[in-house]
Every structure is written in structure tokens, then in C-alpha cells.
């Protein structure tokens, strides 16, 4: 297994607790607008700490943190994903994933194995569009669905979320999109930021009344629709 970075504290990474993140590489998506390039395309290029040291510090901060986030890349690409849940929560955390859903097999098995207390899952765009957001020559949009439908069926604490970009993003999408989660409970509509880290430049965000103009498009069928990441100067 190779971990390419660790985040000690975080408040960010999963909603309402104190938690570590843990950061997979590689990706099976090339979204242009990622922020972790380097880590989707270069994995190998990116420092690597070892899983012992990782557990080791986990143990010393069980009084400190209550979860850990495993996201990447794309976590469910790492053989080794269901061991390494399988030993954090024997330490007695809560485990998040984040994941794209392209692979519903492996999401599929950990839900019914009970090894998951949230999963956050990108929705990258309309089903119509989601190649070009997707970075892909063409997408499956039916491993998307079903992924989905796992984690809307799951019982267990789910979000879906949307990096907004200006170039990929409208009304229609948004729409779209509100129309595939129709009776999730919660939906985030995230403010996509320019970094030198980003796969490919040219992208720009919205403002916060556009985004907010944007998240009306979904409300009809999502109980709670936020925006995150946006600043509040937009």
C-alpha cells in the first residue's frame, strides 16, 4: 500500500468530528480541473509514508480524534482499501470515504461488510457530460447510478458534492444532476479554486450568488443543498 500524505487535524474532511485524512494515489478519473495532479497522474513521483508510521500515529491520538477520512486519488483502486479500514476501525474510529463511485463492486462490498460510517461521492457533472468533466474519452455513467443507488439504499451517513466549474457547469447540469440524486438527503455544490496543482489551467469559478442561483436547480429534489468553499467576498 502506498500512502502519499496524512493530514493530522482536520475539521473539514468529515462533517462534525475531529479526524485525520489519509491520501491514496492514483485516480481512474483525469478531471481537468482536480487539484491533486500530481497525485491522480504522478503517483509514484509523490512522497510515500509508511502504513506503520500511520497507524502508529493514529493509536497516540484515539483521545484527540474521533474519524479518519481516506480519500486520494481514488481510494477504491488500492487493493489494500478494505485492510487498511479494517485496522483503523479496530483502533475504534470512524471511517470516511471519499470516492468517484466508478467502481460500485468494491463500494458495494464494503457497505455490506459495515466497514464505512459516511461516504462523500463526486458527481462530476450531467450523465450527458460526464466524459468531458471526467477527463475521459468516454464514461459509464451506468457505474455511476449504481453507485448511487448503493449508497442511497445503504443506511448509512452519505453526501454528494460537485466541484462547480464556469466552463462545465449550468443550469442544465445542475439540474441534471438534481434529477439522479432525487431523494438524497444532502448535496454540496463545491466552488472549484485555481491552483498550479490542477490538471489542466483555464477553469474559473462561479461567485457565491451564481453558485447560489446554481443550487436552487436542485433543491427540488434534494432535502439539503449547501454551498462549501465559497468566499465570502463572491
Known amino acids: 500500500m502506498r500512502i502519499h500524505g496524512l493530514n493530522k487535524t482536520t475539521l473539514l474532511d468529515y ?34 509514508i509508511d ?4 497507524m502508529g500515529f493514529l493509536k497516540k491520538r484515539k483521545k484527540i480524534l474521533t474519524g479518519v477520512c481516506i480519500t ?27 470516492t468517484n463511485g466508478y467502481r ?25 457530460r460526464y466524459a468531458e468533466a471526467a477527463g475521459l474519452a468516454v464514461a459509464d455513467t451506468g457505474r455511476i447510478r449504481e453507485s448511487i ?5 445503504s443506511g448509512i ?7 462547480v466549474v464556469r466552463e462545465l457547469h449550468g443550469e442544465a447540469e445542475l439540474a441534471d444532476i438534481g434529477r439522479e440524486i ?33 443550487a436552487e436547480c436542485v433543491r427540488p429534489y434534494v432535502k439539503t443543498v449547501k454551498l462549501r468553499g465559497v468566499d465570502e467576498s463572491t
Open 72 to 98: 486520494g486519488g481514488e481510494p477504491t483502486l488500492t487493493e489494500e482499501l478494505e485492510d487498511l479500514i479494517q485496522e483503523i476501525r479496530e483502533l475504534g474510529y470512524l471511517v470516511k470515504l471519499d
Open 15 to 48: 462533517p462534525e468530528h475531529v479526524a485525520a485524512a489519509v491520501f491514496l494515489g492514483g485516480c481512474n478519473f483525469r478531471c481537468p480541473f482536480c487539484q491533486n495532479g500530481d497525485l491522480v497522474i504522478r503517483p509514484e513521483s509523490q512522497p510515500v
Open 182 to 214: 432525487a431523494g438524497a438527503e444532502k448535496y454540496f455544490l463545491q466552488s472549484y479554486r485555481d491552483s498550479g496543482a490542477v490538471i489542466e489551467a483555464g477553469f474559473h469559478a462561479y461567485g457565491r450568488e451564481e453558485l447560489e442561483r446554481l
Open 157 to 163: 451517513e452519505y453526501e454528494f458534492r460537485t466541484t
Open 104 to 128: 460500485p463492486e468494491i463500494l458495494h462490498k464494503l457497505v455490506e461488510e459495515k466497514l464505512l460510517d459516511y461516504v462523500a461521492m463526486d458527481v462530476k457533472s450531467s450523465m450527458e
Open 51 to 54: 502504513r506503520a508510521e500511520v
Open 149 to 153: 443507488g448503493i449508497l442511497m439504499k
